[in-house]
């Protein structure tokens, strides 16, 4: 079970300012999908490996070569602020936080 | 009836090699087409028609100086609107992408452009590729072209509804959990979802990134094993791509079915929640196989039923993770806010729509302190379980059949309050992603109502090869995907 007080802590995890109204839009819906999740419980999986790819591919590499991209001033132009070759954000902390 | 209408690949190459028409042409009655139909079909977000047209004089200037061209040179084909294509919109069907504009391509894209493919335009799709009726896009609805009320589903509604159309000749869309075959088969056509990393992902916006795959809608199993070849291959840019050689698939593609071919038919997708009518056609489709010389058996897979709940936790878990990179820094529209986390926190409070948050949420909850083990780490479990009844089914059989969905296409609006109801929908097809593994669904029939039903082909891991085998006989030995929406 997840009450209101989780939903407003997973919101915020996930940086999702969410209104009351969605906050009890989403502790019923996310009951009854985590609820729906629970039959997984009737599976033994006690010595059973995880499944982390479909297809395993590990340790895959490739020279560490430095490629200058060629669109670099579209691709800082895509920024919603952007400044040179910097992006532009609020203020981190402020100023009066103690 | 318009020329462009029930056109298949090779038939469009040969009135471009005879002469007999140019590919600007070709294009332009396409974008005709696209202009008549769109006010009711909406299946495209963006049409790029002057890039279209160019691409076609490209080809042209090509014919006309008696230089050979390829197989794809000058057909009109659609892109799923959440891969990159570089000075072209991408919004993935979000509001936080509104004003995208990819400053590269995806690797599928480049591959269809060194074609000479005629890209017609972005197509649309549930938001980020989450959902099962195109109806998460928060930009339009896009109809199901047999029944304009119904859903053309999803999440590539769009691509499937526009080569039912025939508003393209071949599509690309994305499959995480069925979103390539469920929409095949509310919209009656061909759709492939290959083995896991046989299709570079590199420039696909990512969703789940264990599980997303790219492939073709087609309106016949040739045109849809000539796409599969033009796409696939391995690319470095893609680390869980496959170093394999990429044969011809049309070289599979043969009159008779090969003699001692055994199809296994999943037991557990027979059940409870199959619509009767489906299960007729469904049944027939087999029968049929078993008359072409099919060896037919029973074949149980007894961990299928697990694949939706074990998915719903995988899935939304990555897509969380994925999600993340929406952070009004870098691309994508921004709120404005006195500090930093005020401007996450509101910028995807306004982008992100219903589904998309939900999805987080479950995501964020399944992946926190504590959880991790209950619900990714047992979903992940439970996945290897699924992949072991996969395995065991190949030892006995070539090939495994389903029906795609339980039901037909359902109605606009239908399952938007339910998720779950929603996720169901899925079932037959989760379980091929969650194992990696090829599945195609083909037109089958009908309902009552006229509404298409789609039958799915299950290969082992790159068995591709048997998939198009078996369902260009079927479609040989059929008459369904001669059928077009009446439009």
Redesign the interface.
């Known amino acids: 079970m ?1 009450d209101r007080e ?2 407003r802590k ?9 209104t009351a109204e ?1 906050e009890e839009q ?1 502790t019923t ?2 009951n ?3 609820d ?2 629970e ?5 033994d ?1 006690d010595n ?8 395993e ?1 590990s340790n ?1 590499t ?1 020279p560490d070569r430095l490629e200058p ?1 060629p ?1 670099k001033k ?2 800082i132009q ?4 952007p400044d040179g070759e910097y ?1 532009r ?6 100023s009066d936080e103690s | 009836m318009s020329s462009v209408k029930s056109q298949t690949i090779k038939g469009l190459h040969q009135q471009l090699v005879s002469k007999k028409r140019s590919a600007v042409e070709i294009t332009q009655e396409t974008l005709e087409r696209i202009t008549t139909l769109e006010p009711k079909v909406k299946a495209f977000l963006t049409v790029t028609a002057e890039n279209a047209l160019a691409k076609a004089q490209q080809v042209d200037q090509k014919i006309a100086a008696g230089e050979e061209i390829g197989i794809l040179e000058g057909i009109p084909i659609g892109i799923k609107d959440n891969m990159c294509t ?1 000075g072209i919109k991408t919004t993935c069907g979000s509001q936080i992408l509104a004003n ?2 990819p ?2 391509e995806s690797t599928v894209t480049q591959k269809l452009q060194a074609a000479g493919a005629v890209a017609v335009g972005k197509t649309n799709l549930d938001e980020f590729a989450m959902g099962s009726s195109t109806e998460n896009s928060s930009y339009q609805l896009t109809a199901n072209p047999w029944e304009l009320t119904r859903v053309p589903g999803g999440s590539s509604g769009g691509s499937a509804a526009a080569v039912a159309a025939s508003e393209c000749v071949v599509s690309l869309g994305s499959d995480t959990g069925g979103s390539i075959r469920q929409p095949a088969s509310f919209c009656g056509v061909v759709g492939l979802k290959p ?3 046989l299709v570079s992902r590199f420039g696909l916006v990512a969703f789940a990134s ?2 997303d795959q790219i492939g073709p809608f087609a309106r016949n199993v040739e045109d849809a094993a000539i796409f599969l070849s033009a796409i696939a291959g391995y690319d ?1 840019r893609d ?4 170093k394999v050689e990429i044969p011809d698939y049309t070289q599979y593609l043969q009159p008779e079915l090969k003699k001692g071919l055994k199809v296994g038919v999943i037991k557990e997708t027979f059940g409870d929640g199959l619509d009767s009518v489906v299960a007729e056609r469904v049944q027939s489709a087999i029968a049929k196989l078993e008359e072409l010389g099919a060896e037919v058996k029973e074949i149980s897979c007894p ?1 299928f039923r ?1 694949g939706v ?2 998915y ?2 995988i899935a939304p878990s990555e897509a ?1 993770a994925n999600l ?1 990179r929406y ?8 709120e ?11 910028t ?2 306004t982008g ?1 729509g219903d589904e998309v ?2 999805r ?3 995501g ?2 399944t992946l ?1 302190a504590g959880y991790y083990d209950a ?1 990714y ?9 699924i ?1 072991q009844d996969f395995e065991q089914a190949f030892a006995d059989v070539d090939v495994l059949v389903s029906p795609t969905c339980p039901s037909t296409a359902f109605k606009a609006g239908e399952k938007t309050d339910d ?2 109801a929603m996720y169901i929908s899925d079932l037959m097809t989760i379980p091929v ?5 090829p599945g195609m669904s083909i037109p089958c029939g009908f309902d009552e109502a006229g509404l298409p039903i789609g039958l799915q082909l299950i290969g082992n ?1 790159l068995r591709e090869d048997i998939l198009f085998h078996v369902a260009h006989a079927y479609e040989q030995a059929t008459e369904w995907h001669k059928q077009s929406p009446s439009l």
């Open positions: 997840i989780q939903v997973v919101a915020h995890l996930a940086r999702l300012d969410i969605e989403f819906q996310l009854s999908i985590l729906y999740f039959q997984l419980s009737e599976l999986t059973v490996q995880p499944t982390t790819r479909a297809i591919t895959i490739r991209f669109n579209d691709l895509s920024a919603p602020e992006f954000v609020p203020k981190i902390m402020a | 570089q995208f504009v400053p590269y083995t896991y990393g264990s599980l470095e680390s869980t791509s496959l961990r697990y709940p074990a719903y936790i969380s993340a952070d009004a820094v870098k691309y994508g529209i921004r404005d806010a006195e500090n930093l986390v005020e401007m996450y926190t509101k995807r409070a992100f948050k939900r987080i949420m479950i964020t909850y926190s619900y780490l047992k979903a992940q479990k439970v996945r290897t379980l992949k998720p779950l992603n969650l194992a990696g593994l891991v």
